[in-house]
């Protein structure tokens, strides 16, 4: 009765926010009134106007960029962080662990453009949220809105931010996989994106924000997308708590090739997320492209040295999540710094990922796919680095930070960084409260056991083997909790 009820308030709260958006139909540009009457028959012409301010002007190359961006970003959620999360999990969740990244790039994109867009961007109301003057986007049509770009469409630079509050709750599903329940998930992605993501948007990128109007530099996501989504995976995975047998049972990835892929992919829809963030095909998103690439690589090199002097061996999956690692890093500095200083913050964030991962048993905690340790922590040193080595030699419209000269940006992304942790942690705990009260969080025992994609989809993978996991090859891929759910007959505890 519950579910029930939460979908009809759901759905009404959808439905009247879209009739409204309807009924408001946008106001008609008035006519210029400072235009020049035309001249009477047979005046004499009058003398030209002093040269005014070039007008913003849309420009096909700019836009054609910007779009293919915005389809490389999405690209980045479905399916590569659909694969690279799917395969890393136990066969028995990679259904579940795929629907994750698919249906938020659903959800997200209706809630993008009934409210979403509106409160990240929209007028801004004292520094802290978008006003909902936008909201169906009413307003945001094919024009350039200067206080963003002056060369695409405002729905082209609405598209391209689309994809980001695609992605960012997308990559906190890594920490809860294989035990929330799937109404719980719906329902806490559409409550965060709401109240942690979009107030977060504005005020970091949001015209009139009050970190963006402070100075802050995020160039592509350290704080928005890695840092917030990190954060509030540790809630997560401290609220919701450990998989059952976690430190005590095998948990192998099912489908390493599987998750190469989406790493691969990952890096692919990279260059869009850094390397489009510049709005324009320019020397901009050229430095981006370069230092983004720079990053990655450096990061794959240094996790899996790391990993090979630690352990003996380098892993495909090492060197995968290394990737992974530089790339969040970059990110923040992407369009601030030298392809010399990428070397380093990725060099950096592979081993200090690495290190992260690792301590996590240590810690009590189970991030079941290493989103703290790889966004959280890679993203935080991403926008401190970015105090460090930001100069205005690659962005004049950037910064320079401490190496060349102002340890006040340093200061100004400490601050930035810091706000973000407050927001994340307090919005996670509060959403996940209310979650908990109306559906609850996690599956029950049965349900964890025989797999999510039985129990939350009723549907399996493999129809034969096909991964490794307490099912094993030699029963088909049709192991004891899976025969238990199939039949709903209970299974005998061990």
Request: glycine residues 14%.
């Amino acid at each position: 009765m519950k579910r029930l009820i939460l979908t009809l308030a759901v759905l009404l709260v959808l439905s009247a926010t879209a009739s409204v958006a309807i009924a408001q139909q946008p106001t008609p540009p008035a006519a210029d009134s400072t235009a020049t009457p035309a001249p009477a028959a047979g005046a004499p012409a009058p003398a030209p106007a002093a040269a005014a301010a070039p007008a913003s002007k849309i420009d096909k190359g700019d836009t054609a960029w910007m779009l293919t961006s915005s389809l490389l970003v999405l690209m980045m959620t479905a399916p590569g962080l659909a694969l690279f999360y799917g395969g890393m999990v136990r066969q028995k969740n990679a259904l579940g662990t795929l629907m994750h990244s698919f249906i938020i790039a659903a959800l997200i994109s209706v809630q993008w453009v009934l409210w979403g867009y509106s409160l990240a961007f929209g007028p801004d109301k004292g520094g802290i949220i978008g006003g909902l003057d936008w909201i169906g986007l009413r307003g945001v049509g094919l024009e350039p809105f200067d206080a963003y770009s002056k060369t695409i469409p405002h729905q082209a630079f609405m598209l391209f931010q689309m994809m980001f509050a695609i992605i960012t709750p997308a990559l906190i599903t890594g920490t809860f996989a294989e035990r929330k329940k799937f109404s719980a998930f719906l329902l806490f992605t559409l409550l965060w994106a709401t109240f942690v993501y979009d107030p977060l948007a504005h005020w970091v990128w949001g015209d009139g924000g009050w970190l963006k109007a402070k100075g802050a530099l995020d160039f592509a996501g350290g704080t928005v997308v890695h840092i917030s989504s990190g954060v509030s995976a540790l809630v997560c995975a401290i609220m919701i708590g450990k998989r059952r047998g976690f430190g005590h049972q095998p948990m192998q990835p099912h489908n390493l090739p599987m998750t190469v892929m989406g790493a691969s992919l990952l890096w692919v829809g990279w260059f869009g997320f850094n390397a489009g963030s510049a709005l324009e095909a320019n020397g901009l998103a050229v430095s981006a492209f370069t230092a983004t690439n720079t990053g990655a690589a450096a990061a794959a090199l240094g996790w899996m040295f790391t990993e090979w002097m630690s352990r003996g061996k380098p892993t495909v999956l090492g060197a995968a999540s290394g990737a992974v690692a530089g790339l969040v890093a970059i990110t923040p500095a992407s369009g601030y710094v030298t392809p010399m200083a990428s070397v380093i913050i990725g060099a950096v964030a592979g081993w200090l990922c690495y290190t992260a991962c690792n301590i996590k048993t240590k810690l009590g905690y189970d991030d079941s796919l290493d989103v703290v340790g790889v966004h959280g922590v890679g993203g935080t040193w991403g926008a401190l680095a970015t105090g460090l080595f930001a100069t205005k030699a690659v962005n004049d419209g950037g910064g320079n930070g401490l190496f060349y000269g102002n340890p006040g940006q340093l200061w100004i992304q400490i601050v930035a960084v810091a706000s973000t942790y407050a927001l994340a942690i307090v919005g996670t705990v509060v959403i996940l409260k209310v979650v908990d009260a109306l559906v609850g969080l996690r599956v029950s025992v049965e349900d964890e056991m025989a797999g999510l994609d039985l129990s939350q989809h009723s549907e399996t993978a493999y129809s034969a083997g096909g991964g490794f996991g307490e099912f094993g090859a030699a029963s088909g891929g049709m192991g004891e909790p899976v025969r238990a759910a199939v039949e709903g007959k209970p299974r005998v505890a061990h």
